[in-house]
């Protein structure tokens, strides 16, 4: 839900924001990912105010003076989230080269040892589906390609695949592959007839 090409009404994203601030005894991983979530679903709110304050309390958290090694770990976790939640801010706002920079800064290899479970962020797909789309907006289609055509190789990036292909097709036809355009956009047009009503902006 946090992924702004997953239909959601207003009142499900504040439902589910809600849920992910509930009080509770959290591990720092996911009171770190809590944080993380809250400030992606705050920017699909458009509440950029809210999203800089989670992006401000993982960076207190970053701050914090941690022990045991998984408490290490959700530093150099918390401070990579205020990263990408801040790099969304700035995709928003219109400033792609700012947000691309913020996106470069993160050092996941700091953290991703991590277990499985946390494959969704140790593998930063919903990061580097945004590289993919600044890129685009920079006119860099070649370079997007090479964030594009990475998903569909782990569980975690499956949602990512059908509108990582809707976003790939109309670079093919800007680089005169017009044959592999329509390969492209099927996987979208697939996904549409089936459950999702919304489609990604066309580029």
């Known amino acids: ?23 509770g005894q959290w591990s720092a991983r996911s009171t770190v990912t809590r ?17 800089e304050r989670y992006a401000a309390r993982l960076d207190d958290y970053a701050a914090e003076p941690h022990r045991d090694a998984a408490s290490v770990k959700a530093m150099a976790m918390a401070r990579d989230l205020a990263l990408s939640v801040r790099a969304h801010e700035a995709a ?7 947000a691309l920079r913020m996106l470069d800064a993160m ?6 040892s991590w277990p499985a479970e946390n494959q969704t962020f140790m593998d ?8 993919g789309q600044l890129l685009v907006d920079l006119g860099r289609g070649q370079e997007a390609l090479v964030w594009l055509d990475g ?7 499956q949602i990512y695949v059908a509108p990582a ?11 005169g592959a017009r044959d592999a355009a329509p390969v492209h956009y099927r996987p979208m047009i697939a996904l549409r007839r089936g459950r ?8």
Do not use: C
């Open 1 to 23: 839900m946090a992924s702004a090409f997953l239909p959601a009404s207003h009142g499900e994203m504040e439902d589910a924001r809600r849920w992910l601030l509930r009080s």
């Open 35 to 51: 944080m993380y979530l809250a400030g992606l679903l705050s920017m699909r709110l458009g509440d950029r105010d809210a999203a």
């Open 92 to 98: 928003v706002a219109g400033a792609p080269e700012q």
């Open 107 to 112: 050092k996941p290899e700091e953290w991703f």
């Open 124 to 131: 930063r797909a919903n990061e580097r589906y945004l590289e």
């Open 151 to 157: 998903f569909g190789w782990r569980v975690a990036d």
């Open 165 to 175: 292909a809707y976003e790939r097709a109309p670079i093919y036809e800007r680089l």
């Open 196 to 203: 999702d009503p919304v489609l990604p902006r066309q580029t």
